[in-house]
């Protein structure tokens, strides 16, 4: 783009210079009776050959106005026949206007600039053979005793080709190394930009009056879709200027909105005119501590589930081989299934323990729901016994397939248990989007959750069954989080159990920008 725009303007500098300098030498012409600046030998010739240098000007002025792609070096042969007019005039037509030769140096110098460096020695070669022309083929008009002679102006064309290409080859260099850093430089810009776009923590740049100058979709998101140019909350702007006056961050949580949206506020100075505002949703800052305590716990319940599992399980072979006693009576047997019973249950949780705490790194790739969950929930289907619908439109994810898998195990296994699904009444999967955001919509026809349990369905050993674990929702939204989603309850139904399972929209602009 700037090169294309750089070759424009030297196109259009060369043709104003050909047709100013033609139209100065038809003036002079037409003032030859005043001037005597031609002295011409052979007038009639004269303003032929001068109306042939103006028609060239004109004709290059014309091209120069059209902005049709082209190379500089295109313009070689104009200006080769601009020289050799030159030299007509000075070797048959008026050999006795010494000053062609010098504006022959403008010739040069212009060439030069324009078009490549061999090229433009050819240019100067070309001049130099004219100016020798004229002293030999005209003795008596050779500069002898001037400065200016035709050898030392031939010898200055080739230092003025010198010098320009030169200056020229360290000018492009200088533009390349230029063009070179801008794009770097607009690269980190991006990169910065995309980082700070994705970042889960508001990030929000605001002037002394608070406005905002730059927001992030985080910050969007907890200051009610807030845009550039909009003033910042009431409140938020009551805390940037405590901060200001004694510079001392208040670290207790502020509402923003009507919605109850808890955030942490922390400034920090750009320059005198701007400040960054960053905004930690509170629920993401308890999830991390909670989190941070929960993996703490992992490691330590899976350390201690590796020292249990030996003996639990030699416990349940005993009960086992105990069982198989057939003098053993039936109250006796019905407690050696129920030491087996428990057993087993405990072998379950001491499973899930050790899958939380030893859990892999996921693996995202990009999945076709429609097409993954026909597969999926006909696995799913027949190992429950239930019937699982799927309906809605075609989405496109990034998520872990094993784990999502897993997700949608765990989800059916408790529609089997608490929402007694079954092949009459069996599970709904819709997929839509919600906020621009992939959704996928799991569904049972029971009782639901009851509204006192909220609160802690997807805290860890936390069940409403005897048989239960606790750790199958906690377990769910960890692989959520892992994968950047994120897992609701939704309890504005009065039937069944209904979880909506946000996927992370960024990927799908990713997508959509590749």
Known sequence: MHSSSRRQSLRQFYSYFSLGLALLFLGFYLLEDKLQWWQADAPKMLPILLGCYLALAIASFVQAKRSTPFALDQLLPNQMVEILIMGVLMIYITPK??????ILLFHVGIGNV???????????????IMVLTQGFLHPANVMADRVMSGSFIGILFFIEALIIQTLRSSLMEAQSQAKLTKTQLDSAAKLNDLIIERMHTGVCLINNAGLVLSINRAAQERLNNTEVNDHIPDLLFERFKYWQEYNLQDENEITLGNDNNSAFVSFAVIDENSTLVFLENKDTVMRKAHQFKLHSLARMAASIAH????????????????????????????????????????????????????????????????????????????????????????????????????????????????????????VVIELLNINDRPCLRFTDSGPGI????????????????????????????????????????????DHGAQFDILFAYDFIKDKDAS
């Open 114 to 128: 324009i078009t490549s460096k061999r090229y433009g020695y050819l240019l100067a070669a070309m001049s130099t």
């Open 307 to 426: 020292e249990i599992r030996n003996p639990l399980n030699a416990i349940s072979h005993a009960s086992q081989l105990l069982a198989e006693n057939e003098e053993l009576d039936p109250a006796d047997k019905r407690l050696t299934d129920i030491i087996f019973n428990h057993c087993t249950r405990m072998e379950n949780i001491i499973q899930n323990v050790m899958q939380i705490s030893k859990r892999s790194h996921s693996q995202m790739q990009w999945i076709q729901l429609n097409h993954w969950l026909q597969r999926v929930c006909q696995e799913l289907s027949e190992q429950f016994d239930c019937s699982i619908q799927i309906k809605g439109e075609k989405l496109d994810v990034r998520f872990d397939p094993s784990q999502l898998q897993q997700v949608l195990w765990n989800l059916t296994q408790n529609a089997k248990r608490y929402g007694k699904a079954n092949q009459q009444q069996g």
């Open 97 to 102: 206007q010494q000053d062609l030769a010098v």
């Open 450 to 493: 009851a509204k006192q349990e909220l609160n802690y369905i997807f805290e860890p050993f936390h069940s409403t069954s005897a048989d239960g674990s606790g750790l199958g929702l906690y377990l769910i939204k960890e692989l959520c989080e892992a994968n950047h989603a994120e897992i609701r309850y939704d309890d504005s139904h």
